[in-house]
């Protein structure tokens, strides 16, 4: 989820850019009291982002607007929130607004159930006067610094001194965040999270690798420092991070060559699909170019609502199909069932239009993602890709240095990545909602979908 630039696609972006720098403290390693592989594994647990009442049309609750959330433990007496991952964000905050009166009452219980930061629990603690707002492409929050002790549940992994936001108020946001993007002396003036794990030595270096899982599985991580090779098929291809634009923050940037739609009847590659893209984990959809979007809608025989949803008929759904994402060195193939969004009656594509004025030109959120096994790489600045697929677990540490992941290579048969298995071609009458009230909840959390902010 990206902070907001004056535009729909706006990426996380701090309105009060983080404040000034906290007076330096002491960083104490951990390295010095336990025996550290130089890399942290985290389970993904699944959430569902909120669904505000203020969203008219959204009346299907949107069981497939799923956030990815990993488990932290806070203060001196090690206090478990849990907070959704974001690779379109720079900033961590915990606490949000769980009583707001637009979430549902399961909203309300979910967001209460992922935990709460109790400073005055903590004797740690350092709570600030300093105070900052972001604001996603969906939610705002005003967050004030706090400096505290930031650890792993159940393991003896403890980073002193790590400066976080708690939430004096909030609005549309029933989950707090890990913002896994650029922090000292890129995007903020501070130390975030991806920054102290690297300067306290819990890591070699400033990257991690993400694999969400597939849509209709469990048993997604994130490796901060490390790769599991036994999470994806082939080599690692590694391409550049691009440079920002002028007045835009530093992201997860890379150049895409194309995209194709591939199924057994068709086969059609889109014009006019060389295009900077943004990976976004904190996003449900893709947000694509409309001409890009249009053509696609015509591939699925989609029908557009007033709010941009493409709405297709499910029997895509166990079909044999994909779109192909291809970038330098490697191509994802999505299978139709991770790329399209269902809450069991009605589906929608994973992706929206949207035409650029700010300099980004595209973003791949979730509906992308769950295909690819993906390394965000700070201290190289590169991303580095391959086609997702589950055959065990082995993780291993990224060295220090500059060959980064180039030493990997997936253990799994590319034969065995995960695709829709039943084939029954195609698509007959879209059936859609009476009103445009359905699948919009599906998205509703989507406009973090635009989170670029």
């Not at 949000?96 to 740690?124: H, L, M, V, W």
């Not at 965040?177 to 130390?191: H, Q």
Request: with cysteine; hydrophobic share 40%.
């Amino acid at each position: 989820m990206s902070p907001r630039l004056p535009t729909l696609l706006a990426l996380a972006l701090p309105v009060i850019n983080a404040a000034s720098t906290l007076p330096p403290r002491e960083i104490s390693s951990i390295a010095d009291s336990i025996e550290n592989p130089g890399f942290i594994s985290f389970p993904i647990h699944r959430g569902t982002k909120s669904l505000s009442a203020r969203d008219a049309t959204a009346s299907l609750v949107n069981d497939d607007d799923t956030s990815y959330l990993i488990e932290l433990a806070f203060g001196s007496n090690a206090q478990s929130v849990k907070v959704a991952i974001d690779t379109g964000s720079d900033e961590l905050f915990v606490n949000p607004n769980c009583n707001d009166r637009d979430f549902s009452s399961a909203i309300q219980k979910a967001c209460t159930a992922d935990g709460e930061y109790e400073p005055n629990e903590s004797t740690t603690a350092n709570v600030t006067t300093q105070t900052s707002e972001i604001v996603y492409g969906s939610g705002a929050v005003e967050i004030q610094y706090v400096v505290d002790s930031v650890g792993i549940p159940g393991t003896s992994t403890n980073m002193s001194n790590v400066q976080f936001g708690m939430a004096i108020n909030s609005e549309d946001l029933n989950e707090g965040i890990l913002g896994l993007g650029f922090g000292e002396g890129v995007n903020l003036n501070y130390s975030n999270f991806v920054d102290q794990l690297a300067a306290q030595k819990v890591t070699n270096t400033k990257a991690f690798s993400v694999a969400l899982g597939t849509s209709d599985t469990a048993g997604g991580s994130v490796i901060f420092g490390g790769v599991d090779t036994k999470k994806f098929s082939g080599s690692l291809a590694s391409n550049a991070i691009q440079d920002p634009v002028s007045g835009d923050i530093q992201r997860y940037s890379v150049q895409m060559n194309s995209i194709t739609f591939k199924n057994d009847s068709a086969t059609t590659k889109y014009a006019d699909t060389d295009v900077s893209v943004v990976l976004d984990t904190g996003s449900s959809l893709c947000e694509l170019p409309t001409s890009i979007v249009s053509a696609m809608a015509t591939s699925f025989g989609a029908q557009e609502d007033s709010s941009g949803l493409l709405y297709v008929d499910c029997s895509y759904q166990s079909s044999d199909g994909s779109l192909d994402f291809a970038f330098p060195g490697v191509t994802i193939s999505v299978p139709f069932s991770d790329f399209i969004l269902s809450d069991g009656r009605e589906c929608v594509l994973g992706v929206q239009a949207f035409d650029s004025d700010s300099g980004i030109t595209a973003l791949l959120g979730d509906s992308f993602l769950r295909s690819a096994y993906v390394v965000f790489d700070q201290t190289n600045m590169l991303i580095s890709m391959a086609q997702y697929v589950n055959c065990g677990t082995n993780e291993q540490a990224i060295p220090a240095g500059t060959g980064g992941v180039s030493g990997f290579t997936g253990e799994c048969s590319s034969n065995s990545t995960s695709s829709s298995s039943s084939k029954s071609k195609s698509a007959g009458d879209v059936t859609r909602p009476a009103a445009a009230a359905s699948i919009v909840g599906l998205v509703a959390g989507l406009a973090a979908l635009v989170a670029l902010v």
